[in-house]
């Protein structure tokens, strides 16, 4: 079993940044991908980006292109979210998720990852 542990997560003004990590441990596959996943209550889950471990490839929500930068260290089996120009509407809980695959291109299919972190906090004043 794959365990994740998100930390980075905080309150900011709007316009600025912050940097979310995550760390897998456990039963770690070879092949697989690492993303991140936002929820605001009372609202669906919502994929924000994903990466192929050890590979090039990354996927972005329309919402946070230009704005959200996906990166990997996977020696560290870790994925991190810098995120900038940050907007209220950005406020959610951030989960970091993982999901065993051969196949980059899986990334960014957002219903299939099945492992996730505790998430944490983002929060974005005007």
């Known amino acids: 079993q794959v365990r994740l542990m998100e930390s980075g997560g905080g309150s900011v003004q709007s316009g600025g940044s912050l940097r979310l990590s995550c760390v897998a441990s456990?039963?770690?596959?070879?092949?697989?991908?690492m993303g991140w996943f936002r929820q605001v209550p009372g609202k669906e889950r919502e994929g924000v980006a994903a990466a192929y471990m050890g590979g090039t490839s990354t996927y972005y929500a329309d919402s946070v292109k230009g704005r959200f930068t996906i990166t990997q260290d996977n020696a560290k089996n870790a994925v991190y979210l810098q995120l900038d120009t940050l907007q209220p509407e950005d406020t959610a809980m951030y989960y970091c998720?993982?999901?065993?695959?051969?196949?980059?291109?899986?990334?960014?299919?957002?219903?299939?990852?099945?492992?996730w972190g505790q998430g944490t906090q983002v929060t974005v004043s005007s």
């Open positions: 998720a993982a999901r065993v695959t051969y196949f980059a291109s899986e990334c960014g299919l957002w219903s299939a990852y099945d492992n």
């Open positions: 456990g039963e770690i596959e070879r092949h697989y991908c």
